[in-house]
Each structure stands twice: as C-alpha cells, then as structure tokens.
C-alpha cells in the first residue's frame, strides 16, 4: 500500500467520521426505500463496526476463506431482517451486540486461523442480527423488498471491498510474524475488542 | 476477467427490477400553486394542479410575516419575501411548483422538491449570489436524485463498463455518454426538439437490451459494434438518454431566463451520480478480482442474461404503454 | 522504516482533522459526529494523557522484541479494561497523582533507558493503562454517544502509540537517539509539573 493511498484512506476515515450523519427517514423521503435500507447500515456507528471489523477478519485470513462472505453475509442480512418482520422478535439485548463485537476483535488481534465453514457461520450470525436491528426502521410505508435489497447490497459492497482492501495490506505468508502489516491488522483487532468492552461494562452499568 | 464483474451486475440486475416501481412512480406527480397579488402584499392562491393526495395534506409554511388562509395570503408591507418550504414531500409527490405573479403582472416560479424543500423568494432585485447558490444547490440535487434513481441509465452505464473493460477506453467511452447526453438534455431543455415521453422511455429500454446482446456476443468471442466503436455507440444512445433526462426538468415550468443556469446544474448534478456509480463499479471489479469471486464456468453468461432479461422487460411494458395510450 | 510511512500520513491527515473538528467543537456536540470529535479530542487535549501515551510507544520501541507488537495490540484491551471500572464507576485511589506519576516515570524510563524485563515493563505500562482508561471511561456514559465516544478514544489512543513507536523508530541513528533522551526528559519533566500541581490540589 503506497503513502499516498494510506493517506487517502486515512482522509476519507476523517472526512467519513466528521460528515453529518444524515436522517434516514429524509433519505426515504428523497430517494426512496432502497435508499433507505442501503444507506441505514453506512450511517450507524454500531453496524459500521461489526462490517469492517468482519471484513479485516475475512480478509486477514485470505481470499480462499474471505470471498464466501460476499454471497453469504448479504444472505444472513435479509434473513435477520425477514425474521425480524414475520416473527417481530425483539432485537437482542445491547450485552450481546458488545459481546459480539468483543469477539470478533479478540478473533483478530489473536490472528487465529479460522476454518471456513466457522468464517461462514460467524458471517451468517452477524449478518442476521444486523439485519434484524436495521429491521426497526421499516414503518408500514415502507417497502421491504426494496428496503431488503438495498440492506443486502450496502452488506455486500461494504463487506466485499473491506476485504480486498484488507487482503491487499495484509502480511504474505511468506513475511514473519512481526512483520509490521501483521502488527497493524492485529492491532485493529485489539481496538476493536476494546470497543467492545466498554460497550459491555456500559450495558451492565445502567 | 470478464466473469469478476458477474456477482456485481446479477445484484444490480435484480436492483434494478426492484427499482422498476419507483421509478415508473416517479414519473412526476407535480403540484401546482399558483399566488396572484391582488393588492400589494395581498395575494389569492389557488392550486391549477391538485397534489395527488389533496391540497389539505401539503404542509406548506409561508414566511412569517405572511398570513395563510387559502386562497389568501397577506403578507403586509414587506411583501411575499423570505423563505418558503413544503416540509412533507415524498414518495407520492416528488415536487411542487409555486407560481406568484406580481401587481406588475411578473410571474416568477419557484420550485421545491424532497431533496430542496426550501426556497427563498427574493425581492424584485437582481439575482445575487445567494439566489445561485440557492439554484445550485436545488438542481444539483435533483440531478444527483434523477440518475440514482434511474435504474435504466445505471444498467446502461454498466453494460458499457462490462463491454469496455476500464482503463483508457473505459474513460472515453463514458466521456461520449456524458457529451452525448448533454447535448440532447440542452436541446430538449430549451425546446428545439420534442419527443414524447412514453416512446422515448421504451427507447432506453431497448438500448439496454441492445447492451445486453453484445455483452452475450462478446463472452462467444464475436467482436460486437459496441466492441469495436465503443464511443460511437455510447455517444448515440447517450443522445436518447439525455432525451429522458430531460424530462425531468420539463415538468417544472422553469422561468426562461434561469434555464441554462438551473440545466447547467442539474447537468453537473447527474454527472456527479454517474461518476459516483462508474468509481463504485470499479472498485468493486477490483475487490472481486483480488478476492477471486468470480462466478463458475456454467454461470458465466447469467449476468448478461439478466441485464438483457430486465431490459426487455422493461422495453416491453414501456411498449404496452404506448400502445395503450395510441 | 513503516513507522515513519505512518508519522507522514498521520501528519499530513492532522491538520485535516483539526480543520474539520473546529467547527463542530463550536457548536454543541450532538450525536455520533459528537461522540466521536468528544472522545477522539479526550485523550490529545489532555497533556498529561498525551505524553503518557506518546511515551509508552517511545518505551516500546526502545525496549524492541516482543514489546514492539504486544503493546499496541494488548494496550488498547488493558485500557478498555480501566474505562470500564470508570464506567461502572468502580472509584481507583489517587487517580490524578498516578497519571502524573506515569508521565514521570515513562519519561524517566525514556530518557535514561531503561531495561527492565519484558514482565515487569508490561506490568508497570498495565497498571498505567488502567488508571488512563478509567480517566476516560468515566466520561463515556454521559457523552452524547457512548459508542462513538468509545471508537474515538481508542483511535486516538492507538494513533499516539504509533506516534510513539515512530519517535522510537528515531533510534537507528546517533542523533535520533539523543533526540529520543530529550523527548523523554521533557515527558518526565511535564509528568513531573503534573505530580507537583496534583500534590499542590490535594494539600
């Protein structure tokens, strides 16, 4: 990865995190259900997280494993949020959500190698409880297959370019353990697992 | 190579089938209000076009200095001036036109949309800067919203990308799209050629199923028109495009003397969208080619069946349509 | 080598930040955007925070080996472990004078380098970490959003380390080394104005 990428990646981090975070409810109004459910996900702090944080993973571990995510954390989208429509089950409690994310950036900063099929259901997990929190949005109005179609396609692209960006910065093989790419992507593993955290101490002091 | 873009065009392919409600609903239902001032300060409104859901729903906020009590509106001494805003546009009604003619018998239209649901009226002065700006930014947006909510223009942008294949090429075959409906956006615009609207929609259709035909052509190793011309063949069907963009600008009785400002906008507003979409596609071409996702040998041709099969779809019903209104 | 990469994209991405923070530090701090400014702005206002911080990626650095790659991965975790006795307000004894007396003693460990074993330097930048993290965490349930808060500060956490470990990286040359003892000796110097003035609070 060039300085100069970095540096864009970097801009892009800031000028992301700094821009206002938009209504959904006026994006629904301008542009539409599809809108709607794509932009929903791209606007949430907590979603944000469990994507790239899932997408470092995936693609810290190769593309061997990683490129399954682009079919199958789509797919765990939608069925997370049609389970939540059809059986109207209440989101999980925000215990879970942190012990979640805790997880998912304990997996990373241990640099485990996870086998696909566990990749693959971890994916599924997250995309479905994902989802089914997006599910709180949809109002009568609302269209859901088009507001499923557009949470599935910000899952996919979100996912799929997290990974190749990830892919590509990641340590080859063939470099030691202590090569400093290894270090970056593990770090981010251990900041992840700190958010984590204090989301779970915040959910136990109220 | 050109299997990675396969997973991509399917999603977007069945996006686009979604998106073929909305964007046959967003054919314009267009309110129309119209303020004559009686005496100075005091006008009568009336709506020459009803909102689809009834005057009474429309959320409609006067400066406040001004009284609304339909059909009047008496806003004193200082006249209708200050900002005007419907706060509850949406899917139903995508905008509205307010029409006020002075006691001079100027008449001055304002436009206000979802994505631009306040206007500033201005005195009788010249344009300042604020009233650009205030152009700018309306018609910007409304580009931006017309081409990403055009599935159609979007499925066209990316059988070009697919046939194409990026670099050099890639960038002067959008640059003939783009130049291509520019052009006929400002001919249609400025009314020197009318083409009626329901044709013409069946016509993007078409073009896109002619896409879809030489995608299948390519991947059997046959060199297409679109293959060997690229540029050719975006400029000319970017021309009938540009056509359909300009529809959305038509319904919104622009007043003569802002129309190539509000066009020159709404132009640049488009051009963003397109530019946003073409950076998503390669980006994502990228990120499937580095993560070797790419379809299977027996689905290789599903993408360019889909893009053909929605696009015949839609040219078919755009034909019933025109049938039926014949 | 890659410490350095870093130091110029932080560098060139900083002024940016401060840019486009400013305006939102004037009005009032609302929603994630807020959260965010209000946690990645927590620990780089406070100086005695940012030295500390600054100088366990100096010490790390110094002290190479495995130091090098635990600290950034393990310390964000040990931190986060501390705001989350701040959050479920668990109080610690004398919070201010240990922070002053991490300054100090960090700096000190710079500046006249210091080797201790891997153990015992771990468990001294622990114990620092968890009164640092506790400093922050008890801010965290009243920020406008916790979880915004929360991705901020350990953000701006990480980016000193990174800071930190790049001064470190100064070492490969004669000059960087001494520049390196200075670093230290002003952090000591800063931690040990806090100590005095935490001293001077509590009397």
Not at chain 1, 173 to 180: G, N, R, Y
Not at chain 2, 22 to 34: F, G, M, N, Y
Not at chain 2, 303 to 319: D, T
Request: hydrophobic share 60%; net charge positive; charged share 10%.
């Amino acid at each position: 990865m060039s300085a100069r990428l970095r540096t864009a990646a970097l801009t892009a981090l800031v000028l992301l995190a700094q821009s206002q975070i938009a209504d959904a409810h006026i994006v629904n109004a301008r542009l539409g259900d599809f809108y709607a459910g794509a932009l929903h996900p791209l606007l949430t702090l907590q979603d944000m997280l469990v994507l790239v944080a899932l997408g470092v993973l995936a693609g810290s571990l190769g593309a061997a494993s990683g490129r399954w995510l682009v079919v199958v954390f789509p797919l765990g989208l939608c069925a997370g949020l049609g389970l939540a429509v059809a059986a109207s089950i209440a989101p999980v409690p925000p215990v879970v959500d942190a012990a979640t994310i805790l997880l998912l950036g304990l997996l990373l900063a241990a640099s485990l190698r996870i086998p696909v099929a566990l990749l693959c259901a971890i994916a599924f997990a997250l995309g479905m409880m994902r989802g089914a929190a997006n599910a709180g949005e949809l109002v009568p109005q609302t269209d859901r297959l088009l507001y499923a179609a557009g949470l599935a396609c910000a899952g996919y692209v979100t996912i799929t370019l997290v990974m190749a960006v990830a892919l590509t910065f990641r340590r080859p093989d063939t470099e030691p353990v202590s090569s400093w790419r290894g270090i970056a992507l593990r770090a981010i593993g251990g900041w992840v697992a700190a958010v984590g955290l204090m989301m779970a101490g915040l959910s136990f002091a109220t | 190579m050109t299997v990675a873009r396969a997973l991509l065009s399917v999603v977007l392919a069945l996006a686009g089938l979604l998106l073929a409600r909305p964007a046959v609903a967003h054919q314009a239902t267009i309110a129309v209000l119209e303020f004559r001032e009686m005496r100075a300060g005091v006008y009568i409104g009336r709506w020459t076009t009803l909102p689809k859901d009834g005057a009474n729903r429309i959320d409609l906020r006067m400066p406040p200095h001004c009284l609304l009590r339909l059909p009047e509106l008496n806003c004193g001494d200082k006249g209708l001036v200050g900002q005007m805003t419907i706060a509850n546009l949406g899917e139903d009604m995508s905008a509205a036109i307010i029409r006020v003619t002075s006691l001079a018998g100027e008449t001055r239209s304002y436009t206000i949309s979802a994505a631009n649901p306040v206007v500033t009226v201005l005195g009788t002065d010249a344009p300042t800067l604020d009233t650009w700006i205030e152009l700018a930014k309306t018609y910007v947006n409304l580009g931006i919203d017309h081409i990403l909510l055009g599935a159609d223009h979007l499925l066209f942008v990316l059988g070009l990308i697919w046939i194409v294949q990026g670099g050099w090429r890639l960038l002067k075959t959008i640059t003939a799209f783009t130049i291509g409906h520019s052009v006929s956006l400002a001919v249609t615009a400025f009314g020197l050629i009318g083409v009626p609207e329901a044709p013409l929609n069946a016509c993007i259709g078409l073009s896109i199923v002619f896409v879809g035909v030489e995608i299948v052509k390519q991947q059997r190793g046959e060199i297409g028109l679109t293959a060997k011309y690229p540029w050719a063949v975006a400029f000319g069907f970017g021309l009938v495009h540009g056509i359909g963009f300009a529809s959305a600008l038509a319904g919104l009785g622009l007043e003569r003397r802002i129309l190539p400002a509000a066009l020159l906008f709404f132009n640049v507003g488009v051009e963003i969208g397109q530019i946003l979409f073409v950076t998503l596609v390669l980006a994502l071409i990228w990120a499937h080619r580095r993560l070797g996702a790419e379809l299977p040998r027996w689905g290789a041709e599903l993408p360019a069946y889909a893009i053909g099969s929605v696009s015949m779809f839609w040219f078919l019903s755009r034909l019933v349509r025109v049938l039926a209104a014949a | 080598m890659m410490a350095r990469k870093l130091l110029y994209s932080t560098l060139a991405v900083a002024p940016l930040l401060l840019l486009t923070a400013s305006p939102g530090l004037a009005h009032e701090q609302t929603g994630v955007s807020g959260g965010l400014a209000n946690g990645l702005l927590h620990p780089l206002t406070g100086l005695d925070h940012l030295v500390a911080m600054v100088a366990v990626g100096i010490w790390g650095a110094q002290l190479g080996g495995v130091a090098i790659w635990v600290l950034p991965i393990v310390f964000p975790l040990v931190m986060a472990f501390g705001a989350v006795l701040g959050i479920l307000k668990i109080g610690l004894p004398v919070p201010e004078l240990v922070i002053a007396l991490s300054g100090l003693i960090l700096g000190l460990a710079v500046a006249l380098r210091v080797r201790v074993p891997f153990a015992a330097a771990a468990a001294i930048v622990a114990v620092f970490a968890i009164f640092h993290g506790h400093a922050h965490g008890v801010e965290l349930p009243t920020a406008a959003n916790p979880l915004a808060y929360g991705c901020g500060f350990v953000v701006a956490t990480g980016l000193l380390h990174a800071c930190g470990i790049t001064i470190g990286a100064l070492a490969r040359w004669p000059v960087g080394e001494r520049v390196i003892q200075g670093v230290g000796a002003a952090i000591a110097a800063l931690g040990g104005y806090f100590l005095v003035a935490s001293l001077g609070a509590a009397a």
